[in-house]
């Protein structure tokens, strides 16, 4: 088995790459930027972590969008994070336009949301562990409990078109999607590589996971 790690210069690389070797140790994982090494591999991963405007920029100039695209359509797909953000049509940030794969947009955290319940201000990016709940079954939560902590760090978040492809939802002011999931994409705002446990299981349910 090949496991490609999109690599365009914004990633946690070395994390993600190292997660999916302990949890994969017989197969090949590969950090690559270019497009027909994507294309051959069997699975593939989407990381991605910084500003969506120059996460968009970069993957164009190396000329992977078309790669991600196809490959979010053919074959078993795990975006994280900005890779998450990036498969929607457009972000607060920016204003600038996404993959337009899943439909929907991604909006920063409202500045009047940001107070937790005893009026205490919460800091943006939202930054630490949190609960994720999931509200749908789904393979790559086998062996974890609704409720379990993951790791997050951003200041923006999807809101898609489409209620059915939510799959976790976490809450930070205010309850926002964390995971979706859609025919062979399954994508998370929070970073499984770090996310100990959890985050292991996770991955090392992407890599036996056949959609």
């Not at 790690?5 to 090949?28: C, F, Q, W």
């Not at 607060?92 to 955290?109: A, Q, W």
């Not at 059915?164 to 002011?173: F, L, M």
């Amino acid at each position: 088995m090949k496991i490609a790690v999109i690599d365009y210069g914004m990633g946690n690389l070395r994390s993600v790459s190292k997660a999916l070797e302990h949890v994969a140790p017989n197969a090949t994982v590969e950090v690559t930027s270019d497009a027909d090494r994507v294309a051959a591999c069997d699975r593939v991963v989407f990381p991605g972590q910084g500003a969506m405007p120059d996460c968009m920029r970069e993957l164009d100039a190396r000329g992977l969008r078309q790669v991600v695209i196809d490959s979010s359509r053919q074959k078993p797909f795990l975006g994280i994070c900005i890779g998450l953000q990036m498969l929607f049509d457009q972000s607060e940030e920016g204003g600038v336009n996404g993959l337009s794969v899943l439909p929907g947009v991604v909006r920063r955290f409202p500045n009047e949301a940001m107070v937790r319940s005893g009026g205490q201000r919460l800091k943006v990016p939202h930054m630490g562990w949190n609960k994720v709940c999931q509200t749908a079954e789904h393979p790559l939560w086998k062996g974890i409990d609704s409720g379990d902590r993951f790791y997050f760090v951003h200041s923006y978040y999807a809101a898609p078109c489409e209620p059915g492809i939510v799959t976790g939802e976490t809450n930070y002011g205010l309850t926002f999607t964390c995971a979706v999931a859609r025919d062979n994409i399954f994508a998370v705002q929070f970073h499984p590589e770090k996310s100990q446990n959890s985050g292991l299981r996770l991955l090392s349910n992407f890599v036996v996971w056949n959609p």
